[in-house]
């Protein structure tokens, strides 16, 4: 599971360690970061750090997730995501999750009427029943623990 720059955290651990998990749940990933410089710099060069909303990010992180090959990691993903998004989503674009509906082998997409960065509130009963069903198919989901030292 993952939300917003955590969703994205999700995509690249998810695809690495792919024979460790049934699946993935996905809300509004921040895939917006590998195109930072273009839609929030007008082009302009990252510089080496910066405040954006409530976070500093700096260059490298920014460079690090640009240059990952996200979308292919999620094209060799083949277990089930489930992805959710807000239509009125303020930093990431809905289109992004659109996209991602396209390299996702197996996706099930959700767009979430009028709900904002982070699906605000209005949806918990919906969310929780769906990941509950997600989470428990066929009881195949393994209680997994992992370390710094098994990411990193």
């Not at 195109?35 to 909303?53: H, Q």
């Not at 992004?96 to 009963?125: D, R, S």
């Amino acid at each position: 599971f993952g939300a917003s720059q955590g969703g994205v955290a999700s995509i690249i651990t998810g695809e690495q360690r792919q024979e460790n998990i049934a699946g993935m749940i996905l809300f509004c990933p921040a895939r917006i970061i590998m195109d930072f410089e273009k839609e929030y710099l007008g082009g302009r060069t990252m510089p080496e750090k910066m405040k954006f909303s409530n976070m500093v990010i700096i260059r490298k992180y920014y460079t690090d997730a640009r240059d990952c090959g996200i979308y292919q990691m999620m094209e060799r993903f083949k277990k089930p995501v489930i992805y959710y998004h807000g239509s009125r989503d303020e930093l990431v674009p809905v289109r992004y999750a659109y996209e991602a509906e396209k390299h996702f082998p197996n996706v099930k997409l959700t767009i979430l009427k009028g709900a904002v960065h982070m699906l605000n509130y209005g949806f918990e009963e919906q969310l929780f029943t769906e990941m509950k069903s997600f989470i428990l198919k066929d009881n195949k989901m393994e209680k997994l623990i992992l370390t710094n030292d098994d990411i990193f």
